[in-house]
């Protein structure tokens, strides 16, 4: 006759099957954020340089675009232009990306996608983009789930910032290290300026690799 098994035998494999399970569930849950961040991150930046193309079809090379001048406090720091950035933005940008709303408030347009991810874009040197792979979920900081990005017009060169002039959209390099910059030194920079991992990223292939120095929310 065939012996079952007994009620502490059933207990005890429950208790190691949960056990494994509470120790891996953290790595694979990180692994998936991960993974949905690299995924999130790769096809806004392709949605977004194909926009660029689209609308440089019908409006002539983006670095002939007229933007509204850039505004600054007493201090000389860049303020928002929210009027400037709107009129930018339906000129431009409207007709080639697809959103499921717009929020206008507080100074920045912000562009929220299907898949829950969303985009503020603000006039400064450049237009400054920043994108959110998850929304207003997550942490909401720079080089955790927010990772800036530029569309810069022959402005932008003009106020100095000498970056790859053949790609108008493009990850936030750090100035004159678009082709000559190591990834020693991208990671460093990400480090130091969140601003810039974006930069790291692109060099990586879209890959959050496993030196990267914030831990993806």
Do not use: H
């Amino acid at each position: 006759m065939k012996k079952a098994f007994t009620m502490a035998e059933v207990l005890i494999t429950i208790g190691i099957i949960g056990l494994v399970a509470a120790m891996t569930f953290p790595s694979l849950l990180f692994k998936y954020k991960k993974q949905e961040a690299e995924a999130r991150i790769k096809r806004f930046y392709t949605t977004m340089a194909q926009a660029v193309k689209l609308s440089e079809i019908d409006n002539g090379p983006a670095f002939s675009w007229t933007k509204a001048a850039r505004m600054a406090d007493g201090d000389g720091n860049i303020v928002a232009n929210p009027a400037g950035t709107k009129e930018f933005y339906n000129l431009y940008l409207a007709k080639y990306l697809k959103t499921l709303f717009i929020d206008e408030t507080n100074g920045k347009l912000k562009l929220i996608f299907a898949d829950g991810s969303t985009t503020t874009m603000s006039i400064g040197y450049c237009m400054d983009i920043q994108f959110d792979y998850n929304g207003d979920k997550g942490a909401n900081t720079l080089g955790y789930d927010r990772f800036d990005f530029l569309l810069c017009t022959e402005e932008g060169y003009n106020a100095g910032l000498s970056r790859y002039k053949q790609i108008p959209f493009d990850a936030y390099f750090p100035a004159n290290c678009k082709n000559n910059c190591s990834r020693t030194r991208l990671l460093e920079v990400c480090k130091s300026k969140a601003m810039y991992c974006s930069s790291l990223i692109m060099y990586d292939g879209w890959k959050i690799s496993d030196d990267y120095p914030y831990k993806i929310k």
